[in-house]
């Protein structure tokens, strides 16, 4: 008999608004240690909110439904307490940062989550082990957080970071647009490490991904809710057949 | 004519006038009275050397008698002021022709007692090239600082300025540099001290070919007031200047900066900028941007241009989703934005040593 896995996520009646306006109504999700769980859905379906609200945007208001994290209640954490608790976002427009080196931030970041654990030195044999997996050059490290960054660069910035911090449930959010098919991989690979021994929350709109990232659940999201769980053959079928035959 | 009798000759600036709309003499002045002059003027303990605390070699500070000999462009009572207070003596620095200064020089001023002034006159002679960085600290309640200096045909200066005063000093800073044919000047401030500061930097733009760029960086904190005006006169064709300044308003402090940019009949083919940005860290702080422009040739290129924004929530939100506090969050998109003034600034080692400042300084503020 195999043992329970540990819960990670655990989504109850969520209820969301923004400015006033109702976005998620009523949304249930429940995701363990090791599974990784694909999000998909026309635009405006809500799957950005849930990723702000998990990572804490304040501009997000939660106006019903519970959230635990590793059996702590989220809403009482602020968002710096949510990444040093093991959770990770990785935007879908990442933030440019201007004046602000990349080499300094990744220094910084990582030793706010790892409370300065990593020394100087393994620090930097971790950044480089990283930034070579991800085919990174090492002028990416002296130029400004996201300024003047393509597309792809952005992406790949944040799955170093994702590789860097090593958390314990990564969302990632939209990080497939925007990639050619060579990034597509690079950053795929990336994925599948960091969700080797922790829980993954994929929003995608494209199958593609989904061939190189294996998900163990597949939701589609309509209007603020999940509508359909399935397995990877979900995604498929969504690919085929759009998200009509899904409504009410 | 001594320089007091010609400070005195002088009338108080009208509060109506741009330069003195916002901080008035009245307040700029040690002792709040126009034709007083304080008496007792300590000189600051001024030292010249290389960034690792050694000798320079091939040129020092020389004090010596002013000779006064003013332009247009000068910066009229502040200068005056300031000359006054100095007795007449000066500071020199010669760069001789054809002279090529690799490392940065480092000119510590360490300011004490009730009033304080230092005149500096550089000149860089045709052909040299250097970079100085200048260093103002220490707990003078008054500081004057007048620096004023040609630079020569196809020479070139790099010049940073740190202001680390305490922070219950008043610093009056005036400039005036006059650039010949095909000169460079790249001139750098990072003001962090004193509660209470007034500049009026001058750029006079006399040869063709020129390239003048200044670059303000301004942490206003607490009740700061921190008030700069900048005057560029191009009178030369072919030339170019910018200026990017960033402001950090926190507190109650206060920032003003106010440009013009004039450019003259015979300045044709310039191509000038003024840029003014401003982030407003609390609603009780407030920043003025005022960038002014005065076209009188027909082929120019002239942009000004000026914001003033709170810190983006997003950008915040960004940080603090990796593991950084709110405060820590704050400080580092400060460091950012102050550092981001100094963009593409030719002298690296000069940004460095004032990023080194400016992180002690933002260290001290977390901890506090």
Redesign the interface.
Same mark, same amino acid.
């Given at each position: 008999m195999s043992a329970k896995k540990a819960s990670l996520l655990e989504i109850s009646n969520l209820h969301v608004s923004v400015e006033g306006t109702p976005i998620i109504h009523g949304l249930d999700l429940v995701i363990q240690l090791g599974e990784i769980h694909a999000i998909m859905g026309r635009n405006g379906s809500g799957k950005s909110t849930l990723a702000n609200v998990l990572?804490?945007? /304040? *501009?997000y208001e939660v106006t019903d439904g519970k959230i635990s994290f590793l059996g702590q209640d989220l809403f009482e954490l602020?968002?710096?307490e949510? *990444? %040093?608790a093991g959770m #990770? &976002?990785s #935007?879908q427009y /990442?933030?440019?940062?201007?004046?602000?080196q990349v080499g300094n931030?990744l220094r %910084?970041?990582v030793s *706010?989550?790892n409370e300065s654990k990593l020394s100087a030195k393994e620090f930097r044999i971790l950044l480089k082990e990283k930034m070579n997996d991800l085919q990174i050059d090492r002028s990416f490290l002296s130029r400004?957080?996201n300024d003047g960054f393509s597309g792809g660069e952005k992406k790949r910035m944040e799955i170093l970071?994702l590789l860097l &911090?090593n958390p314990k449930l990564a969302i990632l959010d939209e990080t497939d647009s925007g990639l050619d098919i060579d990034a597509l991989r690079l950053v795929s690979e990336g994925i599948n490490v960091a969700a080797k021994d922790s829980g993954c929350l994929l929003i995608t709109h494209y199958q593609r991904l989904l061939d190189l990232v294996k998900p163990d659940f597949v939701h589609v999201m309509i209007d603020g809710k999940i509508v359909k769980t399935g397995n990877s053959e979900l995604a498929l079928e969504v690919e085929d057949k759009g998200y009509d035959w899904l409504e009410a | 004519m001594d320089v007091v009798a010609q400070y005195l000759e002088s009338s108080e600036p009208s509060n109506s006038e741009h330069l003195w709309r916002y901080t008035p003499w009245k307040r700029v002045h040690p002792l709040g009275s126009f034709s007083n002059i304080p008496d007792s003027v300590i000189s600051p303990k001024a030292k010249l050397s290389y960034l690792d605390g050694t000798e320079v070699k091939n040129v020092c500070l020389e004090k010596s008698e002013l000779n006064i000999s003013t332009n247009k462009n000068d910066p009229e009572i502040s200068a005056s002021f300031i000359r006054a207070l100095c007795g007449g003596v000066c500071h020199k620095l010669v760069i001789p022709k054809n002279t090529i200064i690799e490392q940065p020089l480092f000119l510590d001023l360490n300011v004490s007692g009730y009033v304080s002034a230092f005149h500096l006159i550089i000149e860089n002679m045709s052909n040299s090239k250097f970079e100085l960085i200048t260093s103002i600290h220490g707990d003078a309640e008054w500081f004057g600082l007048l620096r004023e200096g040609k630079i020569d045909t196809s020479s070139n200066f790099s010049d940073l300025l740190v202001n680390q005063m305490s922070v219950s000093s008043t610093l009056l800073r005036a400039e005036n540099f006059i650039l010949q044919n095909n000169a460079e000047m790249n001139s750098a401030t990072l003001s962090l001290g004193g509660s209470n500061c007034k500049s009026d930097l001058r750029a006079l733009i006399q040869g063709k070919g020129v390239n003048y760029n200044q670059r303000i960086a301004m942490h206003g904190i607490e009740k700061r007031n921190d008030d700069i005006h900048l005057r560029i006169v191009h009178e030369a064709s072919n030339s170019n200047s910018r200026v990017i300044a960033h402001t950090i308003c926190d507190d109650s402090s206060k920032n003003t900066t106010t440009g013009k940019l004039i450019i003259n009949e015979g300045a044709q083919n310039t191509d000038a900028g003024q840029k003014f940005l401003n982030l407003l860290l609390s609603d009780s702080a407030k920043a003025n941007s005022i960038p002014e422009l005065e076209v009188l040739a027909n082929e120019v290129l002239a942009s000004h241009g000026a914001s003033s924004a709170p810190i983006d929530e997003n950008q915040l939100f960004y940080l603090r989703s990796r593991g950084l506090s709110l405060e820590e969050s704050k400080a580092i998109i400060v460091e950012g934005f102050l550092m981001s003034t100094f963009l593409d600034f030719p002298s690296q080692k000069l940004i460095e040593w004032a990023q080194t400042r400016l992180l002690v300084h933002l260290d001290c503020r977390l901890v506090v």
């Amino acid at each position: 008999m195999s043992a329970k896995k540990a819960s990670l996520l655990e989504i109850s009646n969520l209820h969301v608004s923004v400015e006033g306006t109702p976005i998620i109504h009523g949304l249930d999700l429940v995701i363990q240690l090791g599974e990784i769980h694909a999000i998909m859905g026309r635009n405006g379906s809500g799957k950005s909110t849930l990723a702000n609200v998990l990572m804490g945007h /304040p *501009a997000y208001e939660v106006t019903d439904g519970k959230i635990s994290f590793l059996g702590q209640d989220l809403f009482e954490l602020s968002v710096d307490e949510r *990444a %040093k608790a093991g959770m #990770f &976002l990785s #935007f879908q427009y /990442p933030m440019t940062i201007p004046g602000v080196q990349v080499g300094n931030f990744l220094r %910084k970041s990582v030793s *706010a989550v790892n409370e300065s654990k990593l020394s100087a030195k393994e620090f930097r044999i971790l950044l480089k082990e990283k930034m070579n997996d991800l085919q990174i050059d090492r002028s990416f490290l002296s130029r400004y957080v996201n300024d003047g960054f393509s597309g792809g660069e952005k992406k790949r910035m944040e799955i170093l970071q994702l590789l860097l &911090l090593n958390p314990k449930l990564a969302i990632l959010d939209e990080t497939d647009s925007g990639l050619d098919i060579d990034a597509l991989r690079l950053v795929s690979e990336g994925i599948n490490v960091a969700a080797k021994d922790s829980g993954c929350l994929l929003i995608t709109h494209y199958q593609r991904l989904l061939d190189l990232v294996k998900p163990d659940f597949v939701h589609v999201m309509i209007d603020g809710k999940i509508v359909k769980t399935g397995n990877s053959e979900l995604a498929l079928e969504v690919e085929d057949k759009g998200y009509d035959w899904l409504e009410a | 004519m001594d320089v007091v009798a010609q400070y005195l000759e002088s009338s108080e600036p009208s509060n109506s006038e741009h330069l003195w709309r916002y901080t008035p003499w009245k307040r700029v002045h040690p002792l709040g009275s126009f034709s007083n002059i304080p008496d007792s003027v300590i000189s600051p303990k001024a030292k010249l050397s290389y960034l690792d605390g050694t000798e320079v070699k091939n040129v020092c500070l020389e004090k010596s008698e002013l000779n006064i000999s003013t332009n247009k462009n000068d910066p009229e009572i502040s200068a005056s002021f300031i000359r006054a207070l100095c007795g007449g003596v000066c500071h020199k620095l010669v760069i001789p022709k054809n002279t090529i200064i690799e490392q940065p020089l480092f000119l510590d001023l360490n300011v004490s007692g009730y009033v304080s002034a230092f005149h500096l006159i550089i000149e860089n002679m045709s052909n040299s090239k250097f970079e100085l960085i200048t260093s103002i600290h220490g707990d003078a309640e008054w500081f004057g600082l007048l620096r004023e200096g040609k630079i020569d045909t196809s020479s070139n200066f790099s010049d940073l300025l740190v202001n680390q005063m305490s922070v219950s000093s008043t610093l009056l800073r005036a400039e005036n540099f006059i650039l010949q044919n095909n000169a460079e000047m790249n001139s750098a401030t990072l003001s962090l001290g004193g509660s209470n500061c007034k500049s009026d930097l001058r750029a006079l733009i006399q040869g063709k070919g020129v390239n003048y760029n200044q670059r303000i960086a301004m942490h206003g904190i607490e009740k700061r007031n921190d008030d700069i005006h900048l005057r560029i006169v191009h009178e030369a064709s072919n030339s170019n200047s910018r200026v990017i300044a960033h402001t950090i308003c926190d507190d109650s402090s206060k920032n003003t900066t106010t440009g013009k940019l004039i450019i003259n009949e015979g300045a044709q083919n310039t191509d000038a900028g003024q840029k003014f940005l401003n982030l407003l860290l609390s609603d009780s702080a407030k920043a003025n941007s005022i960038p002014e422009l005065e076209v009188l040739a027909n082929e120019v290129l002239a942009s000004h241009g000026a914001s003033s924004a709170p810190i983006d929530e997003n950008q915040l939100f960004y940080l603090r989703s990796r593991g950084l506090s709110l405060e820590e969050s704050k400080a580092i998109i400060v460091e950012g934005f102050l550092m981001s003034t100094f963009l593409d600034f030719p002298s690296q080692k000069l940004i460095e040593w004032a990023q080194t400042r400016l992180l002690v300084h933002l260290d001290c503020r977390l901890v506090v």
